[in-house]
């Protein structure tokens, strides 16, 4: 069953006439009318009724149809993904990232985007936990996340990651970090929604402030945010925050304190995908 002859049925189908469907399709009445007798000769069905008013559907026409429809619909987005492939895009591409990336993997779609713009990308903040599963998945094609990450992912370092401590814009500062810890209650994000940041918060609070202990109050960034420029408290938090830091908060370095992470792009070297591909080689010769 060729294609040519589906487009012909349907052509015949919706002009309802031998005149005008070999008009629509640039080719003799009698050529039509060969295509149609060998459709219905392959499939074993009467499609059409035929009279002087031209050609009607018949029931196994009507039920026919919508089918071939569909199929004329799918088989012309295989062409176009045969295209995207040809031309080295592969349709869609899967990014997952997080707050260390915030500002960078919006600018590095950019200038994909610009080269390959036959490429849909998609772009979602995922917890690193779930992009790993989702790389071995093959539902993210690339993680930007913190290390580490298990085989057989691979892995690009971006950044190094560090933590400052949040507090509210009018906090005074110059006592120091030991000052501002005792005055102002100490509050977190939840394990389950920052696991990688409870550890860090824990090694911290483990050596410089064992009689501490921080407060779990969101899950969410922002609200933690608001918490803290609305005077509650104050906590550790990655030095990323800068992108979304809101008019209530400042950030204050943490000196002498080396805790932090690495930011990594990370993805499936098992699983082919040229488009991924070209982003990798792409951000492996941006980044400084």
């Known amino acids: 069953m060729e294609n040519r002859r589906l487009q012909a049925f349907v052509t015949l189908a919706e002009q309802g006439s031998y005149h005008a469907a070999a ?30 008013h031209g050609a009607t559907l018949t029931c196994q026409g009507k039920l026919f149809y919508p089918e071939a429809c569909e199929f004329l619909v799918r088989y012309r987005e295989l062409r176009k993904f045969a295209g995207d492939i040809k ?7 899967a990014l997952g990232f997080g707050l260390s990336t915030y500002s960078l993997t919006p600018q590095w779609i950019n200038t994909f985007q610009a080269r390959f713009p036959d490429v849909t990308v ?32 691979s892995h690009f370092v971006i950044k190094q990651e560090r933590l400052v401590l949040a507090v509210p814009a009018n906090a005074s500062v110059k006592e ?8 102002y209650p100490l509050l977190r994000l939840s394990t389950h929604a920052a696991p990688c940041l409870a550890e ?5 609070l483990a050596e410089q ?80």
């Open 23 to 52: 008009d629509a399709l640039c080719i003799t009445q009698p050529a039509l009318s060969k295509q149609i007798q060998v459709l219905e000769d392959d499939l074993g069905l009467v499609l059409f009724t035929r009279g002087r």
């Open 200 to 204: 860090q918060v824990r090694i911290i």
């Open 122 to 153: 998609s772009l979602n903040n995922i917890p690193s936990s779930v992009q790993c599963r989702m790389l071995l998945e093959g539902a993210l094609h690339i993680g930007f996340l913190r290390l580490p990450v298990l085989p057989p992912l």
């Open 209 to 288: 402030f064992p009689d501490v202990h921080a407060v779990s109050v969101s899950d969410d960034m922002h609200s933690l945010l608001a918490l803290i420029g609305g005077g509650n408290g104050i906590a550790f938090l990655p030095e990323s925050i800068c992108n979304v830091l809101p008019a209530g908060v400042k950030m204050v370095e943490l000196a002498n304190v080396k805790v932090g992470w690495e930011i990594a792009m990370a993805w499936d070297p098992t699983r082919e995908h040229e488009g991924r591909d070209n982003f990798l080689r792409m951000v492996m010769e941006m980044k400084p």
């Open 87 to 93: 031309r080295g895009a592969t349709a869609k591409l």
């Open 176 to 183: 120091g970090l030991h000052h501002l810890v005792e005055h």
